[in-house]
């Protein structure tokens, strides 16, 4: 198992490009059997070795880890440590090919001498020119190492002058590794990232003494990229500037490849340390979606560890402005589309607006091609109109559909949608332009936001403030998505018990308003919270569960049409116990949430708060119905028949049908045939109609018996009709 947190602590918030102890790629092996060959080599033949890899594919670790290998032979077999001197070459210090090489030979013969650079400057010193020598010492005098007098010194010999001078040089320093036998080793890193000039001017250089005994060069480098340099400067192509380079490096490594396992491995591993670093919470079932589509969409395209380090920043960077308030699996995947395929990352936002016509052919059409063009610029290769796709292609085309099924072109149902808001996907509209702005907006709303409330609301201590608060997040420009993200949460909610209630209180406040968000009404807030309290009653478990909690919140909201609303929008299979309803007329009777309902009803009734809406009329009068055979109930609605007769008026509809579509119409009462049987089965006829015949201010409404069986009617002509077949009746 990779250990991320040893090269990246955790006092640390970005990933660095550093050499580190740990070897996740298991490259020691390699460095410690190229420094056994090395020192073992007979005869103190030159060797120029090249260690190639793309940028960022862990060349200069491996010079360290040749380094570290140096050491460790060195110092457990003692014999080796007067054969070798290692030493480096930074070959970005000098601009000119006089200074390249006398540095150059000052670093061998410095290593001779065990690193002292002061024994080779004196070296070198000696063989200087009278009247040059006097001058360095003057300027060692003044500044010791004084680099940039020595540089005008360089720059003041004639190329002739220090032609000859270089030769006396080389010549000095190939007597010294053949007097001494031993071998010095010459690192050089980050050849290819040299000016073109330089890139030449150093492989100039090592031809000029790559011949000298004892000596082995290595180099590191992007050879593709050098090949190309050296090809133009040569007047050529990246072929001839490869086969120049052959001339000069006699054994040509490349870093070991890392298994696409591995690789896969350590990115997660240092993706899931960003995580933990950011401080965002880790939703593992999220993760492992976004590990399967990286996989796809983006390991094949990144070749080198660095590549990953710099997404990994981005990553936690991105992370860090929305920690609580996006999926942080979408968000590596869309930063690494970013770094990747910046292409696809600015026409994202476009083709996915586009895929969100109503129309089923037209959406159809735009995400075929949206998902076209995408794959082809993520991979480069256009898709053939007929026939099979490249297994790359086929690879990315997957991802792309599990990262965002929009590109189905199928319009996704309810609970699809709510699972991609739950998780804060990317896919989701809500969501969407979170992941590009890195901001939530002002009629958007903080996810902690919601939560927070939740937790306060879930303490009975805190109901009031609760409920103030509730009123507070409602006024904003953000109530919409508060009331959205509000239902999503509470019915995931463990303890969703004391927030409901807060939100029953709050519906009975008749005088609550909403002025600031104009997608919510005053008249549908109410509406809104009911939705709300039924869904979170639904998801309570089971039967005797969801009732308790119904009737306990049906007593604490105290607002009866607040209640039916939220009755209303329970299915029935909720609300009543398939095992113990009975079929026909008294089917709802054994659920104890319609129980409280008609209770709450008649106790209305009874104190003389007559319901004025139609709709109120209609369930009240319903409800009483449906439940009458309770104990106590008949008896109670003959009381109440017998000295109110406006209540008597209302407990008429149970012999009609309700136009709900008008209800805010007077005339929505359809009279029923069995309209006085459904009648008697609430409250005895005889008392009924001495309770509408008391009225002495009747008027004739000119109802008779022969109307539209559809036709609609007022309460009052509901009374005429009535009254007309009870004499009748009566009469027989």
């Known amino acids: 198992m990779i250990d991320a947190s040893t090269s990246n602590p955790e006092d640390s918030f970005f990933a660095y490009d550093e050499q580190t102890a740990d070897d996740a790629f298991e490259r020691r092996n390699f460095a410690r059997k190229l420094v056994e060959r090395i020192i073992n080599e007979p005869g103190g033949k030159p060797q120029v070795i090249s260690i190639v890899n793309p940028w960022g594919g862990g060349k200069s670790t491996l010079l360290s880890y040749i380094r570290d290998a140096f050491a460790e032979m060195t110092c457990i077999d003692s014999k080796n440590i007067g054969k070798c001197r290692i030493t480096t070459?930074?070959?970005?210090?000098?601009?000119?090919?006089?200074?390249?090489?006398?540095?150059?030979?000052?670093r061998l013969i410095s290593a001779l001498n065990q690193n002292s650079e002061r024994i080779a400057n004196h070296t070198l010193i000696r063989l200087l020119p009278l009247w040059l020598k006097r001058i360095y010492l003057l300027a060692d005098w003044f500044s010791p190492g004084a680099g940039a007098l020595l540089q005008n010194l360089f720059d003041s010999i004639s190329p002739p002058q220090f032609e000859s001078h270089l030769n006396v040089v080389r010549e000095a320093t190939r007597d010294c590794l053949l007097k001494t036998g031993v071998r010095v080793i010459v690192l050089m890193d980050d050849v290819d990232r040299l000016d073109p000039d330089e890139v030449l001017l150093l492989f100039r250089s090592l031809k000029l003494t790559a011949d000298l005994p004892n000596t082995t060069f290595i180099i590191t480098m992007d050879d593709e990229h050098v090949s190309e340099i050296i090809g133009n400067r040569i007047g050529g192509t990246a072929e001839a500037g490869r086969k120049y380079i052959e001339k000069i490096v006699n054994v040509q490594l490349a870093v070991p490849k890392i298994p696409d396992d591995i690789f896969e491995e350590y990115a997660f591993e240092r993706f899931a340390s960003a995580l933990v670093r950011s401080g965002a919470s880790e939703d593992v079932s999220s993760m492992e979606r976004a590990r399967n589509i990286f996989r796809n969409l983006h390991l094949p395209f990144i070749t080198t560890p660095r590549t990953i380090k710099s997404i990994e920043n981005a990553y936690i960077f991105a992370l860090s402005l929305l920690p609580r308030e996006v999926n942080p699996g979408d968000v590596l995947l869309l930063e690494?589309?970013?770094?990747?395929?910046?292409?696809?990352?600015?026409?994202?936002?476009?083709?996915m607006d586009s895929v969100k016509t109503i129309s089923q052919k037209q959406r159809m059409a735009n995400a075929n091609f949206a998902l076209n063009e995408l794959i082809k610029l993520t991979t480069g290769e256009p898709i053939p109109s007929t026939g099979e796709i490249s297994a790359l292609c086929s690879r990315v085309k997957d991802a792309f559909l599990q990262w965002l099924p929009q590109l189905h072109g199928n319009a996704s149902d309810q609970s699809t949608n709510e699972y991609h808001k739950q998780h804060k996907f990317i896919c989701s509209p809500d969501y969407f332009w979170r992941y590009y702005s890195g901001a939530v907006h002002r009629r958007d709303v903080h996810d902690a936001v919601v939560t927070d409330w939740i937790t306060s609301a879930q303490s009975k201590d805190s109901t009031e403030c609760s409920l103030l608060a509730l009123k507070s997040h409602l006024a904003k420009d953000y109530a919409n998505a508060f009331l959205n993200k509000l239902r999503r949460s509470l019915k995931d909610a463990s303890d969703r018990h004391n927030p409901l209630i807060i939100l029953a209180k709050l519906a009975a406040q008749v005088d609550f308003t909403i002025?600031?968000?104009p997608n919510i009404k005053p008249n549908n807030i109410r509406s809104r919270l009911a939705s709300i309290v039924a869904e979170c009653i639904c998801c309570e478990g089971p039967y005797e569960r969801r009732?308790?909690?119904?009737?306990?919140?049906?007593?604490?909201?105290?607002?009866?049409?607040?209640?039916?609303l939220v009755s209303d929008s329970i299915?029935?299979?909720?609300?009543?116990?398939?095992?113990?309803?009975?079929?026909?007329?008294?089917?709802?009777?054994?659920s104890p949430l319609d129980i409280k309902l008609a209770e709450q009803s008649l106790v209305r009734y009874e104190k003389g708060h007559l319901p004025e809406s139609n709709y109120m009329i209609c369930q009240m009068v319903w409800s009483i119905r449906r439940n009458v055979e309770e104990s106590g109930f008949k008896?109670?609605?003959?009381?109440?028949i017998e000295r109110d007769n406006k209540a008597a008026l209302h407990f008429l509809v149970n012999g009609c049908a309700f136009r709900s579509s008008e209800g805010h119409k007077q005339a929505c009462w359809v009279w029923q045939d069995n309209g006085i049987l459904s009648i008697n089965d609430v409250v005895?006829?005889?008392?009924?109609?001495?309770?509408?015949?008391?009225?002495?201010?009747?008027?004739?409404?000119?109802?008779n018996e022969e109307f539209d069986s559809d036709r609609e009617f007022t309460l009052e002509q509901v009374k005429q009709i009535f009254l007309s077949k009870w004499k009748k009746l009566d009469a027989k």
Do not use: C
């Open 89 to 106: 070459f930074n070959p970005w210090r000098y601009s000119g090919e006089d200074q390249m090489l006398y540095y150059l030979f000052e």
């Open 336 to 351: 690494a589309t970013r770094l990747l395929h910046p292409k696809v990352y600015r026409k994202l936002p476009e083709f």
């Open 515 to 517: 002025d600031s968000d």
């Open 547 to 564: 009732m308790n909690l119904a009737v306990q919140l049906f007593d604490s909201s105290g607002d009866l049409e607040f209640n039916f």
């Open 571 to 590: 299915p029935n299979e909720y609300v009543f116990n398939k095992q113990k309803a009975t079929h026909g007329k008294n089917k709802y009777r054994d």
């Open 635 to 640: 008896r109670r609605v003959q009381d109440l």
């Open 684 to 703: 005895p006829l005889d008392i009924l109609a001495k309770a509408l015949n008391d009225d002495e201010n009747e008027i004739d409404l000119g109802v």
